[in-house]
């Protein structure tokens, strides 16, 4: 019996919010597991699929998945055509917003701001709440409803879970119990916060992942507007000693380490079930 869907390989795209910077595409995440590719959002940083060769040799089904439909998570679907395949997109947008997700982004896929044709852009499904699978990956996805608008948290069977554009939300804790690697928005420091009705300092981020017994902790969505990273990584790292500052091009570890030194935690297998074969 053979595991798909397993997630093996991790990168991180874009590791900033809101503006890309000369170190930072806008969000995206990319895993990888034999010839399936997932990618969590589709900011600036999905351009690496494109500028970074190699990166999709071999991969034969493609999926992107949105968190929700603000510009730096999706400009980069107008990349799509530049891909060697074509990804199938899944949105929220019946889910969060009441509205096809396809006619969200119809006027960023079509003219006059698109010179690409909906059919080059790859088709769109609707995102549901829950488990789900999708391209072969065990898809969990939760509402985040403290932000300007509704998003979704993302998780990837145990391995990976992206909880972005959101402020605290004690039941993140119970979303990303025991996961192997958490990607969590830390848009300012708790001393200094900024927008904090809408998005999560570096402080929560860390309490976050320490309350979940995450295994990894990298904090991305990164205010391109911040002044210092080391405050920041020393904010969360109050709360998750190991925590990392998210790069582009970083891989994600997905081997099993506890935050904490307690040891092992159970799995949450039972939760997010993988697919098999
Ligand atoms: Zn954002």
New binding site residues.
Partial sequence: MRRTGVAREGLLLGSG??IPTERRE??CVFIRSGDQGLVLDAGTGLRRLVSSSGLLTGVRKLAIVLTHF?L??VCGLSYVPALPVTPTIWAPGLWLYGQRSEELLAPLRSAPISSSEPSDLGGVRELQPGAQSIGGFQIHAREQRAHWAPTAGLRVGDELALI??TAYDPESVVFARDVTHLLHEAWSCSANPVAESGDATAAQAGQVAEEAGAHHLTLM?INPLLRSEEELLADARAFAPRAQLGHDCASLRLDRVPLRSSGARRSNNQLFAREEV
């Fill in positions: 919010g809101w806008t969000t603000h730096d998570h972005t554009d969505h």
